[in-house]
């Protein structure tokens, strides 16, 4: 069996394993202050062009969203997500067990534009209801489409006239950066958010994510928040070490572009089988349409998840390749699927 289910089925890339090993006998300050933690925010900077923001490490992704999220609001406010968002559906109402509702936003590619922001506000209009505080998008969205420059410029300007945190959840972001349709630039980011997480644990990590506040009011006391919440990794050097791996040579986006590459391949391939696909994605999440037997067939050798019934007959299944998915593992699939389909 070889799964396609997600993108942190292997541990990690070995050259991250190496450097784990290597300083395994070191003695290092705790909680996030040792040498190569710093190291690793110092090299963020410098490859995000920017050294008026704060980055702090964690270890998950609904752990970076909670606590950052529960910082950032007061105990009124409220989050808005698209309905597809990870901190609606998948994070087992983490944020709201914080006490903060999430606002849901009907949309049908994944991304949330002004107009629902809009809607949002407007249905929100006095004391008795919470205040919508936090814009919440991912990059790329949970069904693999990506914010294009233009789209994240027009959320973050509406966003900051209407005094409203725009917050960027990069699960996969590297996936992101790295599609062919992308214009944005990590660089890019401190201009066009308040605040980003660069996820590590989808791209080559064993876990571990790096979360950047870019606006400065959001700053104040952020090691509070994380402590509070369970955050604060005593040996919080496992983090640092694993970013400082993933971006010193760019390793970090050499992964999402093979990533990316796989997905495309698999791609094409069922394509080429006749098969249509839910949602037109350039990330390394897919989504393919496929009768019913198929899909049953295809489990005998394949792991991944029956994400949408279409229809009596049809149902959308997604698809995720990784850092560490082979050519052999698509080919095989694409094989598998022409025998089926024949």
Known sequence: MYSFKNDYSEGAHPNILKALMKSNMEQTEGYGEDKYSIGAIKLLKDKIKCNDIDIHMFCGG?????????????????????????????????????????ISVKVDDGKLKPIHIKMAI??????????????????????????????????????????????????RLGSALCSKENDIKISDLPRLTDVFYIGGTKNGALMGEALVICKE???????????????????????GIQFFELFKNDLYFDLARHANFMAETLKLGIKECGYKFLINSSTNQIFPILHNKTIEKLQENYLFFVWQKIDEDNSAVRLVTSWATKDEHVKSFIDDLKLISK
């Open 62 to 102: 609904t752990q970076t969203n909670l606590t950052s999220i529960s910082a950032f609001l007061r105990p009124h406010e409220a989050v808005i997500s698209a309905s597809t968002g990870h901190v609606l559906v998948h994070e087992t109402g983490a944020i709201e067990a914080t006490g903060h509702k999430v």
């Open 217 to 239: 009011g959001l700053k104040e006391d952020f090691r509070y928040h994380i402590k509070q919440k369970g955050g604060l990794l005593a040996k919080g050097r496992l983090i």
């Open 122 to 171: 407007d249905e929100h209009t006095d004391e008795h209801m919470v205040k919508p505080k936090i814009v919440y998008i991912s990059n790329p969205t949970e069904i693999g489409t990506i914010y294009k420059k233009q789209e994240l410029k027009d959320l973050y300007d509406f966003c900051t006239k209407n005094n409203i945190i725009l917050y960027v959840d990069g699960a």
